[in-house]
C-alpha cells in the first residue's frame, strides 16, 4: 500500500506511542525499586539501592518464591505427560469425540479463573476432606496443572501434526519396537515442543493468583499471592517494589529461552 | 546406539508387548486417554457440574449451611435485584471498552510492525510486543498502581495541564486492563496484516483506490476476523476479572467480586454468579464463532 508520508509518520507515532504504553510502566517498577521514599510519589527524592538488600532477607518473600517454583515444577511435570498423553491420542488416533477431547482441554484456561478456582474448592472440600487431606502445597499443584495441560498439548499437538509419520514407520520397518521408535526417532522430534510447552506452564503457574486463592491452604503462599497480600501495606511497599522490579528482571528469561528454542527448532526441522 | 544390553528374556516381554500395542490401536488409545481424561473429564469436569449444579441450591440465611433442595430462587434474585444487574452490565461494559481500546491501540502498533517498520526489524519489535506476557500479571498491575497514585506519574504528567490523574476507580480499571490484554489483540492483528498480500494493495491502488479506500474496502475486512479472535481474549480475560479491580478499582465491583464476597456464606449464590461471566462468554464465542475468527485462533 503506498501509504503517505503524514500516513506514515502518523504510524510511526501511533506505534511510538504503543510502545511507549507497553514499556513506561515496567520501567518504573524498575526505577521505584531504588526509591528510597515509601510511597510512590514521582519524581523519586533519590535512589538507592537500600531496600534491595531489606528484600533478599525478607523471610516471608523469599518462603513465597520457594513456594511457587516447587509449584511450578510440580504443575509443570503433571501438565508435560498428560498433555503429551493427549497430543498423541488426539494427532494419531480418529476416535469419537476427538473435537470434544482438545475443547476440554482449553476449557479451564477459557473459564475465569474464580469459576475454576471455586469449583477445585468445594470439590476438594467434599472429597478430600472426609480423607484427612486438607488444601495445602498439593492442591495448588493439582489445580495448576489443571489449567497447564493447556499449553503442553497445544505445542505438541502442533508438532506432532507438522512431522510425517513416515520417520517412525520407516524404523519400524528396520525392525526396531515402537517403543524403540518412540524413543530414539519420535521423542527427539517432539523434544523441542516439550520444552516450549514445560517452560510456558511453568510461567504460567508462576504467575497465577486466582485459582490459588482457593486451592492453596492455610500457610501455603505463592509469590502473587505474597505479593498480593503486601501490596497495600505501606510497611512493607519498598520490599513489594524489590520482588516487582525482580520479577520484571526474570521475564527476560523466557524470551532469551524460547528465541534459544525458536533457533533450535529451526535447526532440528532442517533433518 | 544403546549400550546396555538387556536380558533375553526381557526383550523378549518389551518386543510381545510392543507387539500387541502396535496390533491394536484401540488398546493404546485406551493407555492414553485414560489418566488424561480422569484428570480433566472426573475432576475438573466433574467438580464443574457440581458448582454448575450447586446454583440451584439454597443457603439457610441462619446457619448458612447449604440446603440442597432444587430451586431457581438464585437466578430469579440475580435478574431481579437492582445491584446485581448493575454490576453485570458495568462488568460487560468494562469487558467491551477494554476490548475496543485494545483494538484501537493495537491497530497502529501492529500496522507499523507488520508493514512499515524495516524488514529487518519486524522479528525483534514482535518480541518487543511479546515481553510484557511474561512479566508478572500482578506486577503490571501494581505498576499501574504506583503510576495512578496520588502525586504519582500521572499525576506528575498531567499537573503542567492544570490536570491530576483519574486515581482509583472505573477509569483506572478499564486503563489497566487495557494495558494486561494489549499484546493478546496486537498479536493476531499483526500476523493478518503480514500475511496481507502486497498483490492485492497494488491491485487496489492500480483500480485508483487512495489510501484510505483500500484501507476500508481491502484491508480492514481482511483484518477483521483477527480482531475478532483477539477481542475473545480481551472480552473475556477482562470479564472474570476481579483482581486488577481490587488494586486500581476503588470500591468500584466487578462481577468476579460479587463471586468473591458470596463464597464463604453463600456458595449457591456464588455459583449462580459465576454462572453469567461463564454464559457471557459462551454467548460472545458463539457471536465470534460466525466470523470464522475462532478458525485462527
Redo the contacts between chains.
Keep these: 500500500?503506498?501509504?503517505?508520508r503524514t500516513?506514515?509518520i502518523?504510524?510511526?507515532i501511533?506505534?511510538g506511542l504503543?510502545?511507549t504504553?507497553?514499556?513506561?510502566?515496567?520501567l518504573?517498577?524498575l526505577v521505584?525499586s531504588l526509591n528510597p521514599d515509601r510511597?510512590?510519589?514521582?519524581?523519586p527524592p533519590g535512589l538507592t539501592a537500600h531496600w534491595w538488600s531489606v528484600a533478599a532477607h525478607n523471610s516471608g518473600a523469599r518462603q513465597a518464591l520457594w513456594v511457587s517454583v516447587k509449584a511450578g515444577l510440580g504443575a509443570t511435570a503433571i501438565a508435560l505427560?498428560?498433555?503429551t498423553?493427549?497430543a498423541?491420542?488426539v494427532a494419531r488416533?480418529r476416535?469419537f469425540g476427538r473435537g470434544t477431547?482438545s475443547f476440554?482441554?482449553v476449557?479451564?484456561i477459557?473459564?475465569?479463573?474464580?469459576?475454576?478456582g471455586?469449583?477445585?474448592?468445594?470439590?476438594f472440600g467434599?472429597v478430600l476432606a472426609p480423607l484427612g487431606v486438607g488444601l495445602g502445597l498439593f492442591t495448588v499443584i493439582?489445580g495448576h496443572?489443571?489449567f497447564c495441560?493447556v499449553v503442553v498439548f497445544n505445542n505438541v499437538v502442533a508438532r506432532l501434526r507438522r512431522t510425517a509419520r513416515s520417520y517412525e514407520e520407516a524404523a519400524?520397518d528396520l525392525g526396531a519396537?515402537?517403543?524403540?521408535a518412540f524413543a530414539d526417532v519420535t521423542f527427539p522430534l517432539v523434544r523441542s515442543a516439550l520444552l516450549a510447552g514445560g517452560l510456558l506452564a511453568f510461567?504460567l503457574s508462576?504467575?497465577e493468583?486466582?485459582v490459588t486463592t482457593f486451592t492453596a491452604g492455610p500457610g501455603v503462599e505463592t509469590l502473587?499471592v505474597w505479593?498480593?497480600g503486601n501490596?497495600t501495606r505501606p510497611q512493607q511497599a519498598p520490599v513489594?517494589n524489590v520482588v516487582?522490579a525482580v520479577?520484571?528482571l526474570l521475564?527476560?528469561v523466557?524470551?532469551y529461552l524460547a528465541?534459544r528454542l525458536s533457533a533450535d527448532t529451526a535447526a532440528s526441522s532442517r533433518v | 546406539m544403546t549400550t546396555d544390553v538387556p536380558s533375553a528374556a526381557g526383550r523378549g516381554t518389551?518386543?510381545r508387548?510392543?507387539?500387541t500395542?502396535?496390533r491394536r490401536?484401540r488398546l493404546?488409545?485406551t493407555l492414553?486417554?485414560t489418566?488424561?481424561?480422569l484428570?480433566?473429564?472426573v475432576?475438573?469436569?466433574?467438580?464443574?457440574a457440581?458448582?454448575f449444579v450447586?446454583a440451584f441450591w439454597t443457603t439457610n440465611s441462619f446457619t448458612s449451611q447449604v440446603v440442597k433442595v432444587w430451586s431457581t430462587d438464585n437466578f430469579h434474585e440475580l435478574f431481579t435485584t437492582p445491584v446485581f444487574r448493575q454490576v453485570i452490565l458495568r462488568s460487560v461494559g468494562v469487558a467491551l471498552a477494554v476490548t475496543v481500546l485494545c483494538a484501537v491501540?493495537?491497530f497502529?502498533?501492529a500496522?507499523?510492525?507488520a508493514?512499515?517498520?524495516r524488514p529487518g526489524w519486524r522479528p525483534l519489535l514482535v518480541?518487543?510486543?511479546?515481553?510484557?506476557l511474561?512479566?508478572?500479571?500482578?506486577?503490571?498491575v501494581?505498576?499501574?498502581?504506583?503510576?495512578l497514585?496520588?502525586?504519582?506519574?500521572a499525576?506528575?504528567m498531567l499537573a503542567p495541564f492544570g490536570l491530576s490523574g483519574p486515581g482509583y476507580g472505573l477509569p483506572a480499571t478499564v486503563l489497566t486492563l487495557t494495558?494486561l490484554w494489549?499484546?493478546y489483540m496486537?498479536l493476531p492483528i499483526h500476523t493478518a496484516l503480514e500475511q496481507l498480500p502486497a498483490s492485492l494493495?497494488d491491485a487496489?491502488?492500480d483500480l485508483g483506490a487512495r489510501?484510505g479506500r483500500?484501507?476500508r474496502s481491502v484491508?480492514l475486512p481482511m483484518v477483521l476476523p483477527s480482531v475478532a479472535a483477539g477481542s475473545v481474549f480481551t472480552f473475556?480475560l477482562s470479564?472474570?476479572?476481579?483482581?486488577t479491580v481490587q488494586?486500581v478499582g476503588g470500591k468500584t465491583q466487578l462481577i468476579?467480586n460479587l463471586?468473591?464476597s458470596n463464597?464463604e456464606l453463600n456458595?449457591p449464590m456464588?455459583?449462580a454468579l459465576?454462572t453469567v461471566?461463564?454464559a457471557v462468554?459462551v454467548l460472545y464465542l458463539l457471536a465470534i464463532r460466525r466470523t470464522g475468527a475462532l478458525n485462527s485462533l
Aim: glycine fraction near 6%; avoid cysteine.
Design positions: 500500500m503506498h501509504l503517505s500516513a506514515r502518523a504510524l510511526r501511533g506505534a504503543g510502545f504504553m507497553i514499556y513506561v510502566p515496567l518504573l517498577v521505584n510511597s510512590a510519589s514521582w519524581p505427560a498428560l498433555g498423553l493427549i498423541f491420542a488416533h476416535f477431547v476440554i482441554v476449557l479451564p477459557a473459564l475465569p479463573g474464580i469459576v475454576t471455586i469449583a477445585l474448592n468445594s470439590a467434599t493439582v496443572a489443571t495441560i519400524m519396537t515402537s517403543f524403540r510461567a508462576f504467575d493468583i486466582v502473587p505479593i498480593f501490596m513489594v516487582a520479577l520484571v521475564s527476560v523466557p524470551i528465541q | 518389551v518386543r508387548l510392543a507387539g500395542l502396535h490401536p493404546r488409545l492414553l486417554l489418566a488424561p481424561l484428570w480433566l473429564a475432576l475438573y469436569l466433574g467438580s464443574l457440581v458448582l450447586s491501540i493495537a497502529p502498533v500496522f507499523y510492525t508493514r512499515v517498520a518480541v518487543a510486543v511479546l515481553t510484557p511474561w512479566a508478572s500479571y500482578l506486577v503490571k501494581y505498576a499501574w498502581r504506583l503510576i497514585s496520588q502525586g504519582g506519574l499525576d506528575w494495558y494489549l499484546p496486537i494493495l487496489s491502488a489510501a483500500t484501507f484491508v473475556s470479564l472474570g476479572d476481579y483482581i488494586i468476579g463471586v468473591y463464597i456458595l456464588a455459583a459465576g461471566p461463564v462468554i
